[in-house]
């Protein structure tokens, strides 16, 4: 059974770190390129970073620039976030998702499957 696992997400003071997980279970992730969102109450999903299949390339968010960092463990089967300099701003639940070898944007109906996200919260 296919399944995406999202972990790491908790509640961390403003300028604060966090490393969140996506962990796959039931297929190779090193097939997918895998994207980060994040949907914070009240606003509308966002696209926060995509790494492509073999970690070639990336992208991200220009509200993450610099502070959030990609990266995938394809023989552990999982992608990390690291965050840095977090922001009250970046509080949110984050998704991971997959779509093919290459990220092309954010649209997530070009992202086939879903994890159930973690809750991310930057507060003092």
């Known amino acids: 059974q296919l399944q995406l696992v999202e972990s790491g997400g908790g509640l961390v003071q403003p300028g604060g770190s966090l490393r969140l997980s996506c962990a796959a279970s039931?297929?190779?992730?090193?097939?997918?390129?895998v994207g980060w969102f994040r949907r914070a109450p009240g606003k509308e999903r966002e696209g926060v970073s995509c790494m492509s299949s073999r970690g070639e390339s990336t992208n991200y968010a220009d509200s993450v620039k610099g502070r959030f960092t990609i990266s995938r463990d394809n023989a552990k089967n999982t992608v990390y976030l690291q965050m840095n300099s977090l922001k009250p701003e970046d509080t949110a639940v984050y998704y991971c998702?997959?779509?093919?070898?290459?990220?092309?944007?954010?649209?997530?109906?070009?992202?086939?499957?879903w994890g159930q996200g973690t809750q991310v919260t930057v507060s003092s």
């Open positions: 998702a997959l779509r093919g070898r290459f990220c092309s944007g954010y649209d997530p109906r070009s992202y086939a499957y």
């Open positions: 039931g297929f190779a992730l090193d097939y997918y390129a």
